[in-house]
Nanobody, 126 residues
Framework: QVQLVESGGGLVQAGGSLRLSCAAS????????MGWFRQAPGKEREFVATISWSGGTTYYADSVDGRFTISRDNAKNTVYLQMNSLEPEDTAVYYCAFRPSGTSAASTSARHYDTWGQGTQVTVSS
């Protein structure tokens, strides 16, 4: 079983940047596509970004494309989300998620993930 722990959230002014990390521990880290999702108060969870196991394929939500960058370091069992030009609309709890072992492709659908972190709060002030 894999455990995921997000970090790097916080309070930032509009236009600022944050870098989220998602550290995996437990069983094998490899051969898993992973994704970042977020949930704002009163709203449903939404897709943010996803990356394949190799890192060669990435997809982004239209709302963050060009501002956010997802990356991974398999040697460190860590996935990152670099967030630039943050907007108040980016305020949410951000969750990382892993696909089942052996499912290496990226995916934008939350139902394709079976392991989730506890979330980290990102607040962007105007």
């Amino acid at each position: 079983q894999v455990q995921l722990v997000e970090s790097g959230g916080g309070l930032v002014q509009a236009g600022g940047s944050l870098r989220l990390s998602c550290a995996a521990s437990g069983r094998t880290f490899g051969s898993r596509g992973m994704g970042w999702f977020r949930q704002a108060p009163g709203k449903e969870r939404e897709f943010v970004a996803t990356i394949s196991w190799s890192g060669g394929t990435t997809y982004y939500a239209d709302s963050v494309d060009g501002r956010f960058t997802i990356s991974r370091d398999n040697a460190k069992n860590t996935v990152y989300l670099q967030m630039n030009s943050l907007e108040p609309e980016d305020t949410a709890v951000y969750y990382c998620a892993f696909r089942p072992s052996g499912t290496s492709a990226a995916s934008t659908s939350a139902r394709h993930y079976d392991t989730w972190g506890q979330g980290t709060q990102v607040t962007v002030s105007s």
